[in-house]
């Protein structure tokens, strides 16, 4: 268990560094492009290129650990060690496909940082949403 642990945690750490960078990648862009803008049309322009930000962020998180899947020996093809990464990582737990018995912890391992993460993605997400409605409605006074 403390071997899938040490395999496991870099991972998590470097997921965590790519998921901080995009958050403040996601408040960069908002600030750089539509802080000042007004309407509708912005807000949903502003909310499209977050969630676009956002869904880079956590496909790369889920290829990181098909990579480490594909390392490790467990999957043939990356295709096959990213799917299981993403069924992991969206904690869909299909269990279509199941890892060796060494390494088999992992899986629940990526599920709670997925949910971590995608927890944090949309988090950035509502923060451009909220900033976006009370810009709205003080323009309403």
């Not at 496991?8 to 000042?36: A, D, E, T």
């Not at 990582?89 to 060796?100: C, E, K, N, R």
Request: glycine share 10%; charged share 10%.
């Amino acid at each position: 268990m403390l071997l899938v642990l040490i395999t496991g945690m870099p991972v998590i750490l470097c997921n965590m560094l790519l998921q901080s960078l995009m958050s403040v990648w996601c408040i960069r862009f908002y600030i750089k492009r539509f802080h000042q803008k007004e309407g509708m049309l912005y807000g949903v322009l502003a909310l499209f290129g977050i969630i676009i930000i956002v869904l880079v962020g956590n496909l790369l998180q889920i290829m990181l650990w098909g990579i480490l899947f594909l390392w490790l020996g467990e999957f043939s093809s990356l295709q096959e060690a990213v799917y299981h990464s993403g069924v992991n990582f969206a904690t869909l737990g299909y269990g279509d496909i199941v890892m060796s018995t060494k390494w088999k912890l992992l899986g629940p391992l990526e599920a709670v940082n997925g949910a971590l993460m995608i927890g944090l993605s949309g988090a950035s997400m509502l923060a451009v949403l909220q900033h976006h409605i009370r810009k709205q409605l003080g323009n309403l006074k």
